[in-house]
């Protein structure tokens, strides 16, 4: 993880997050929003909420409710990988940082785009372990066209266990899916008792905006939340579809969302290690598209992390995110205008931090090596100016007078090795040697990195009766649901 010691960038005072703060809780006593979930609605009948609508879901909730609960979460916690040296802090001035999440596509140079198999999936798994920039495997970095969809969790959740030794996110899709990721989890690492006290899970809980929680990601977060593994409680809005063209308002309702999810998961069980996520960007009105890598998505991350350490919570936002269909100067640009709020708010989880493509819909390999590329420089950013007596050079001034190069001071030689940013894919040669090299760009460049980096991959160790365990729990499982 990247520990980020820089000031947090504030892009509102204080009175306005007051503002936003109270039209939430707001919000939430007088319009109220929907949980679609019969123990939901119990649940939260029992701890004060009025039940306005049981059919439809909606539901009120006191203000009180909310900061009461609210204050119950950790305001950072660790989450323990099979490897300890892996091992995350969420929270505080640490940055995790995990890869895409979601799409149905993969594209490479060699192949073009097509649906992912679980192949490309296994391969991505591989790909983060072999990055260091990259601090979590994934949870459904891809969806795996070529295994059923009723058991495919069970071999995605079994990959990320298997071929990679650090932390990992959960399966949401069913409360099945969830608990199988539990129980799969609680034989890596030595039962439930075991994780309930030391967190290996974080799973993301999408809200399907504006202003209701579906029954499938309730179903996840209650058994996560059972089981006291992490979740992100994360609106999903494109601003101007799922919520008002008016950035305040958008925060508004943002705020209201993920409160009443991060409290409900106090409610649940108080202590859950929760993570404030936002996911916001905004439509473009002309087409209808979602647009990524914009001034107002920039702008709603600074104040979303401005809430969130308002609440004393860890803060989930950014990634490379892009609109283009190609690693190219496009996905790049809009990538790095996410990234430069996603580092400077100190965001505490990073999803979509390497290999988003077509908003979403795509994980590109080039895209992942390019990312990781961005990653590395703010990683340098992040160090800050050294200003010891190394960092302050005095003797390289005194040794080189007026009109001189400091190509051969003593300082120059101790320290040219490591003195600057060394690039992963960019290049720096003049014309003719590039030229000569091949005349490459960088996503050809990029294209050898990735295979370079799988040629060179070595699966993790794991006790070969924890493997066996592993794969007599998928057996046992797909035979139960393909028999169901």
């Not at 119990?42 to 909310?66: F, H, M, N, S």
């Not at 900061?67 to 305001?75: D, F, G, Y």
């Not at 108080?270 to 404030?276: D, F, W």
């Amino acid at each position: 993880m990247f520990t980020n010691s820089l000031p947090k960038y504030s892009y509102l005072p204080t009175e306005a997050l007051d503002v936003i703060h109270e039209n939430s809780l707001k919000l939430l006593e007088t319009l109220g929003l929907e949980f679609n979930h019969p123990e939901a609605l119990d649940i939260w009948e029992k701890a004060g909420a009025e039940i306005v609508d049981r059919e439809a879901g909606l539901i009120r909730i006191p203000r009180q409710l909310i900061e009461t609960n609210i204050a119950k979460a950790p305001a950072e916690f660790q989450l323990y990988a099979r490897n300890p040296k892996h091992s995350v802090i969420i929270g505080g001035n640490h940055q995790v940082m995990a890869p895409v999440y979601g799409p149905p596509f993969v594209s490479d140079r060699d192949n073009g785009r097509r649906g992912a198999l679980l192949q490309d999936y296994q391969n991505f798994v591989k790909l983060a372990q072999m990055t260091p920039q990259i601090h979590n495997a994934g949870g459904t970095i891809v969806e795996p066209e070529d295994e059923p969809q009723e058991t495919r969790h069970l071999d995605m959740v079994y990959s990320l266990l298997r071929y990679s030794d650090k932390t990992f996110m959960g399966s949401v899709t069913t409360p099945e899916n969830a608990n199988d990721t539990v129980e799969m989890a609680a034989l890596v690492f030595g039962g439930r008792e075991v994780i309930a006290q030391k967190p290996v899970a974080i799973s993301l809980i999408n809200v399907n905006s504006p202003r209701r929680y579906d029954t499938r990601m309730l179903d996840a977060l209650i058994v996560y939340a059972k089981a006291r593994q992490a979740v992100i409680v994360t609106p999903f809005i494109l601003a101007g579809a799922m919520s008002p063209v008016a950035l305040g308002g958008t925060l508004i309702q943002q705020n209201a969302e993920a409160l009443a999810g991060l409290a409900f998961a106090q409610i649940i069980n108080p202590g859950t290690p929760v993570v404030y996520g936002s996911f916001l960007s905004n439509t473009d009105m002309q087409s209808g598209s979602p647009c990524f890598g914009t001034p107002e998505s920039a702008m709603g991350l600074f104040v979303s992390a401005q809430l969130a350490r308002r609440y004393k919570l860890p803060f989930r936002s950014g990634g490379g995110l892009t609109s283009s269909k190609i690693p190219d100067g496009q996905a790049m640009y809009e990538a790095t205008m996410g990234f430069w709020p996603t580092f400077l708010a100190g965001t505490n989880f990073v999803l979509h931090a390497a290999g988003w493509l077509e908003s979403g819909l795509v994980a590109s390999y080039e895209k992942f090596v390019l990312d990781v590329e961005l990653l590395r420089m703010m990683e340098v950013f992040l160090r800050g100016i050294p200003l010891d007596e190394e960092g302050l050079a005095l003797d390289a001034l005194e040794e080189v007078g007026p009109g001189g190069h400091f190509l051969g001071a003593g300082h120059t030689m101790r320290h040219f090795r490591e003195a600057f940013y060394r690039p992963l894919v960019s290049d720096v040669m003049n014309f003719e040697r590039w030229q000569q090299k091949g005349s490459l760009s960088a996503d050809q460049r990029a294209n050898a990195i990735w295979k370079k980096w799988l040629a060179d991959y070595q699966t993790p160790p794991m006790d070969p009766g924890l493997d066996e365990a592993l794969q007599a729990y998928m057996k046992k499982r797909k035979a139960e649901i393909n028999a169901g």
